[in-house]
């Protein structure tokens, strides 16, 4: 099973703005949906968008209206485009298929890429 390779992070100030891209490769990554999550340090791993094979998104609280995930299926590569940047949304972005459960959604691949560093600071 192929990793997918996040980037596109780096140092903002607040209020800035990021274009984070992840390329994943595979069947699994083509046929299921795909998320965004991130972790802070001493927090666990945060769910923040999803992007189904239709095109429905749905966003976590804490960056909805601020943050666009979107897919270009041609090129393997699902984005998030995040806006009015926090000092809380600093932490390391990574983004995996994701499936449906009930109403929550879970990680559909055991491989993690190495994530994308998004640090919000003056």
């Known amino acids: 099973q192929v990793q997918p390779v996040e980037s596109g992070g780096g140092l903002v100030q607040p209020g800035g703005s990021l274009r984070l891209s992840c390329a994943a490769s595979?069947?699994?990554?083509?046929?299921?949906?795909m998320g965004w999550y991130r972790q802070a340090p001493g927090k666990q791993r945060e769910l923040v968008a999803v992007?189904?094979?239709?095109?429905?998104?749905n966003y976590a609280d804490s960056v909805k209206g601020r943050a666009t995930i979107s897919r270009d299926t041609a090129k393997n590569t699902v984005y998030l485009q995040m806006n009015s940047l926090k000092p809380d949304d600093t932490a390391v972005y990574y983004c995996?298929?994701?499936?449906?459960?009930?109403?929550?959604?879970?990680?559909?691949?055991?491989?993690w890429g190495q994530g994308t560093q998004v640090t919000v600071s003056s």
């Open positions: 992007i189904t094979r239709d095109g429905s998104t």
């Open positions: 595979g069947t699994i990554f083509s046929i299921n949906a």
């Open positions: 995996n298929a994701v499936y449906r459960y009930g109403s929550s959604w879970y990680p559909a691949s055991d491989y």
